[in-house]
């Protein structure tokens, strides 16, 4: 089946930082997704994407879709205390737009 | 974005009991999805919940242990049946409208922990 590979594991950052984080796949996508999960909840929505070479912002959040379609990133600008979380990035490649492979998520720790 | 909710938030049961747990969505949705998170790891898609009819399962997912209804447009339920400790896990439901561009989004997931 189709695996995305995630990374990094986790990062360890000071406030005010930019972060980046990036997933490949070794398939071609049609959907990207960016999600955040705060303990305890499910994973929010932060960015979607659907096409390749795609660039979308949301606040401080600037996420891309390969123009391969074989991979994406995320930024996040000026990081906060509050962005800590496990971020997924996720994608799907047929027509079922719900059906969705995961990351195996980047673990953010910002540090005042 | 779509409004998702699910109960129980969390539960412990035995060994070889049940849990069902319910989501109800508001009208925005038109595909209703069960994902689960085991400790520690990324998201899977169990199945599909189709309106009226059987789910559609993934791969490593079968009827039997996790048995789904969707009796109508806003409304599922997922059994998970004879509960072992390898079943502790975040059970996520997840909804998305029509068209391509309309993303899933989560409820906040039941915490099982099977003792």
């Known amino acids: 089946g189709q695996q995305l590979n995630q990374s990094p594991q986790s990062m360890f950052i000071q406030e005010g930082e930019d972060v980046s984080m990036n997933c490949t796949s070794s398939?071609?996508?049609?959907?990207w997704l960016w999600y955040k999960q705060d303990p305890g909840e499910g994973p929010v929505l932060l960015i979607a994407l659907y096409k390749a070479g795609e660039l979308t912002s949301n606040g401080r959040l600037t996420a891309q879709f390969g123009i391969t379609r074989k991979d994406s990133f995320l930024n996040i600008s000026a990081s906060i205390p509050s962005d800590v979380g496990i971020y997924f990035c996720?994608?799907?490649?047929?027509?079922?737009?719900?059906?969705?492979?995961f990351g195996q998520g980047t673990i953010l720790t910002v540090h005042p | 974005s779509a409004v998702i909710s699910q109960k129980p938030s969390r539960d412990i049961c035995q060994r070889g009991t049940s849990l069902t747990i319910q989501c109800q969505v508001d009208s925005q949705v038109t595909m209703m999805f069960w994902y689960r998170q085991q400790p520690g790891q990324s998201l899977t898609l169990i199945a599909t919940?189709?309106?009226?009819?059987?789910?559609?399962?993934e791969s490593g997912f079968v009827i039997d242990k996790f048995p789904i209804s969707r009796p109508n447009l806003t409304f599922s339920t997922l059994t998970v049946s004879n509960l072992s400790p390898e079943d502790s896990s975040i059970y996520l439901c997840?909804?998305?409208?029509?068209?391509?561009?309309?993303?899933?989004?989560f409820g906040n997931g039941t915490r099982l922990t099977v003792t």
């Open positions: 996720a994608g799907t490649g047929g027509t079922s737009y719900g059906k969705l492979t």
């Open positions: 919940a189709n309106q009226g009819s059987e789910a559609t399962y």
């Open positions: 398939s071609i996508f049609n959907t």
């Open positions: 997840s909804g998305r409208g029509q068209g391509p561009a309309a993303p899933l989004h």
